[in-house]
């Protein structure tokens, strides 16, 4: 901890807020870390963002946090814990600046800048201090109490003038009090599952320092506030689950990094606005009128009335027609991209810097990173900004996808083929359109030297590599599996899942010399393996789940028919939907505990 430099020093101390054996979301404490002004961007060009992951990333090198729970899809930290040792020193770091309560304090210490609370009688009786700088709520999401309006004035109002970080989730309040807007300070606002929150009040534009603001589960929520554009330096918006049926001019927001809106039932449109900047980073170079200027994470989820973006609101006219879904958005920083279940919402998306796709229930008239469109794509693969609109002009290489999650194989095929080549990771997640592997040939290729991770889940139509070229469901060799199979030969992790008309493995598969893991679900109509499975020399997993009785009978040892084709594995998982059984370094394990 004394090796540690002084911001380090201050994020880590901070820890000390949450209890022990407490589970941390990373993404809160890199917010609250922000908020408190720890974070210190060594330049300009240097986001505090990616400072605080550089904060996180050291912390967790030197031990100081365990117990990791990491997204499968994405492979970012989602979670962790301090251990308890290392969490008595944050404490003692700490000193009485921190403060965590799970019962009414009757004279706190003067020194007290950072309090947690985690009972609702501490929010009744909550602190008369005039330098707290955090108020978080850290207990239990169940349980039912109303915080008096006056109350929370009063508090807001004549003691937390220094606030920085204020959390009010399921306080079960109807209105803020006007008063919110003298809390200049304030930088993260956490109203989530106040279900009879019904509106923002005005007074709360006046934080022009807020950057996160949550309002997840705020059911009875209609509107944001008519000058929500003047919270100038909002970085993350958080909205789910309440009654909004406009967005309007979030594309204004010019330090806005994070969009996530989610179960929005009645929202129609995203009335984005447009504003004349000047956007530079590395090979993009644009300027005229954009939206979202420094959006980097996008998510959109269950969203099914939402239909287009627009410039302006219906009925205001846009004699220029830039308020048409299919003109080019340009999202020059945007990053992640998540759609899900939005079955409406025709748009046509422009990122350049895009790095992960998860796409899964659009619509058809969905369009990101469209080469189709000539004006905008030239020869070389490269964008112009002609098509963007008449005012800009922009210059840079397609976007390098390293990670794609999509249900539709024909707008994967409608990117430039040049964005795929640092791909790592591709599933291709029920097309019921989709029928071979040499569908997406040009995309394989292009990514043959990175592509570590291939995954078909859930296509009914999946049968071959090509068009043709089978007997009874089972592949006939060819050039053309031989030389996707020789394309894929960085593979590491392969995954096949549920096609119930792919009766044998594709022959491709035994050119995948670096295979490691292979993973074969729920193929019923799969009743033997084939006879070149020996040449998968560095597959170290196999995974048979939920394969048919006939193909499980020939793997047992030693005498099943396909046993000596897979004897060479040193893990084999094998479950046919009545039993389980595990063969791991020569010894079979039978039951519903997995052995490592």
């Known amino acids: 901890y004394h090796q540690l430099e002084s911001p380090l020093k201050c994020c880590f101390t901070y820890c000390a807020l949450f209890p022990k054996d407490y589970v941390i979301e990373k993404e809160l404490l890199i917010s609250l870390w922000i908020a408190q002004g720890y974070i210190i961007p060594l330049n300009d060009g240097q986001s505090m963002e990616d400072v605080a992951e550089d904060y996180f990333s050291i912390l967790l090198k030197r031990c100081f946090f365990q117990d990791l729970i990491i997204d499968e899809e994405s492979g970012k930290i989602i979670s962790f814990k301090i251990h308890d040792l290392i969490h008595d020193i944050a404490v003692k770091a700490g000193g009485k600046e921190i403060c965590v309560r799970n019962f009414p304090p009757n004279d706190m210490e003067k020194k007290v800048r950072h309090v947690a609370y985690t009972k609702e009688e501490f929010l009744k009786n909550a602190c008369r201090k005039t330098h707290i700088r955090s108020y978080c709520y850290l207990g239990t999401l169940f349980f039912d109490f109303e915080m008096d309006l006056s109350s929370l004035k009063e508090l807001l109002l004549s003691n937390w003038m220094h606030l920085r970080a204020l959390d009010l989730v399921l306080v079960d309040i109807k209105s803020l009090p006007d008063s919110i807007g003298e809390l200049l300070h304030l930088r993260y606002l956490n109203l989530e599952l106040n279900h009879e929150l019904e509106v923002l009040p005005e007074s709360i534009t006046k934080l022009y320092n807020l950057q996160t603001l949550k309002l997840g589960g705020c059911l009875s929520l209609r509107e944001l506030p008519k000058d929500f554009l003047r919270l100038v330096n909002l970085r993350i918006l958080e909205i789910s689950g309440c009654g909004i049926q406009y967005l309007t001019c979030l594309g204004t927001l010019l330090h806005l990094k994070t969009l996530k809106l989610k179960s929005l039932i009645s929202l129609q449109y995203i009335v984005t606005g447009t504003i004349s900047t000047s956007v530079e980073d590395g090979k993009l170079s644009a300027k005229g009128l954009l939206s979202f200027p420094s959006l980097k994470v996008l998510h959109l989820d269950r969203l099914p009335n939402l239909k287009e973006w627009r410039s302006s609101r219906v009925g205001e006219g846009d004699t220029s027609g830039t308020s048409s879904s299919m003109t080019p958005s340009l999202l020059p920083q945007l990053k992640s991209l998540w759609i899900e279940q939005c079955r409406a919402m025709k748009c046509n998306l422009l990122c350049p810097n895009l790095e992960h796709v998860y796409i899964l229930d659009a619509n058809e008239r969905l369009q990101v990173n469209d080469r189709v469109n000539k004006e905008i794509w030239n020869e070389k693969g490269k964008a112009t900004g002609t098509a963007l609109s008449s005012s800009s002009a922009a210059s840079y290489s397609v976007p390098k996808l390293t990670r794609v999650i999509m249900d539709r194989v024909k707008l994967l095929n409608r990117m430039p083929m040049e964005s795929f080549q640092c791909l790592q990771k591709l599933i291709i997640h ?92 729920d193929l019923q109509e799969l009743e033997a393996l084939p006879e070149w499975m020996p040449k998968l020399t560095s597959l170290r997993q196999l995974r048979l789940d939920y394969c048919s009785v006939c193909l499980k009978k020939r793997c047992q040892p030693p005498n099943g028919e396909d046993w000596p084709l897979i004897q060479h594995i040193p893990s084999i998982h094998l479950h046919d939907m009545r039993d389980m059984a595990w063969h791991i370094k020569g010894e079979w394990i039978r039951g519903g505990t997995s052995t490592s």
Not at 466 to 477: I, R, T
Not at 480 to 507: D, Q, V, W
């Open 430 to 521: 029920y097309d019921d359109e989709f029928e071979s592997l040499g569908e997406v040939e040009d995309i394989i290729f292009s990514c043959s030297s990175s592509l570590r991770q291939l995954e078909i889940l859930l296509c009914p139509n999946y049968t071959s590599v090509m068009s043709g070229g089978l007997e009874q469901g089972c592949y006939v060799g060819g050039e053309s599996e031989e030389r996707i199979g020789m394309a894929l030969s960085s593979l590491h992790h392969l995954t096949l899942r549920r096609m119930p008309k792919l009766k044998c493995l594709p022959n491709w598969m035994q050119f995948l010399t670096a295979l490691q893991t292979l993973e074969i679900i």
